[in-house]
């Protein structure tokens, strides 16, 4: 049941987390992420450092205004359906 998958994830999100600190995950995720922006906007490595970083903050803003309208919308979706 979809229901006991997730209580099973969080079960084990919980467990990993009481035995090691999640601060360094998180900042991998982080640089991660910051990667991936960077590849998308220069994948030839062809721009200035400057020039990659400012597009780059540009794709991570459209990216972030992106997931803050479909949550937008869910949460429209939900109302209404209520």
């Not at 999640?22 to 900042?27: H, L, R």
């Amino acid at each position: 049941m979809p229901g006991d998958r997730s209580a099973a994830g969080k079960i084990g999100a919980y467990t990993r987390w009481s035995r090691e600190d999640p601060t360094e995950n998180a900042a991998r995720a982080r640089r991660g992420l910051e990667q991936k922006f960077r590849r998308e906007v220069d994948p030839n490595n062809e721009l200035s450092e400057v020039e990659r970083e400012r597009r780059a903050s540009c794709a991570r803003h459209a990216y972030y205004q992106r997931l803050a309208l479909a949550s937008a919308k869910a949460r429209r979706s939900r109302r209404g359906a209520a």
